[in-house]
């Protein structure tokens, strides 16, 4: 179903609901592995993806439509995400690296991962960037999302996202280059 006719049956409050678990079904998937590459834990990108729909749902009567309902959704969980991972550290006192070493046991422990020892490599390569940079390289690595549509989700400009792109994949290769 395509999001004009999702959002025009949330409009009416007899079909709320149904419009909702429509949209539910359509961009669940997407935005759990979304939030999931960011946060990395399974229970909470679990958590994460509720509490976005749940935002979603609280605000969807507001959504202005000047910008695609995908890239508004997405940038609801990207905030959920940065959001999370700032509470993290804040929470436990942890600095960058510590919450790197955490998430990166995380990603060895995931059984999606067993036995791929290529992919392995880059989860952590990744896991290394700060977090908008790890944002930027998974949006565009793993969604292959256009730079105009990353400008919507993120707020910020095309050329910041191509540099932080450029840094991104430097560090990556040099962090695999290390590691072989």
Sequence with gaps: MEDQEILAKFADPAARNVAFNQLVRKYQSKVYWHVRK???????????????????????????????LYTWIYRIATNECLTFLSSKRRKFFLPINDITAELSAKVEADTELAGDEV??????????????????????????????????????????????????????????????
């Design 38 to 68: 960011m946060v990395v834990d399974h229970d909470d990108a679990d958590d994460l993806t509720q509490d976005v729909f749940i935002k979603v749902w609280n605000h969807l009567g507001n959504f202005r439509q000047d910008a695609s």
């Design 119 to 180: 992919e392995m490599k880059l989860q952590k390569a990744i896991l290394r960037l700060p977090d908008k940079q790890r944002l930027v390289f998974n949006l565009k690595y793993y969604e292959d999302m256009k730079y105009e549509d990353m400008a919507e989700v993120t707020g910020t400009s095309v050329g910041a996202l191509k540099a932080s792109y450029h840094h991104a994949v430097k560090k990556i290769e040099q962090y695999v280059n290390e590691q072989s």
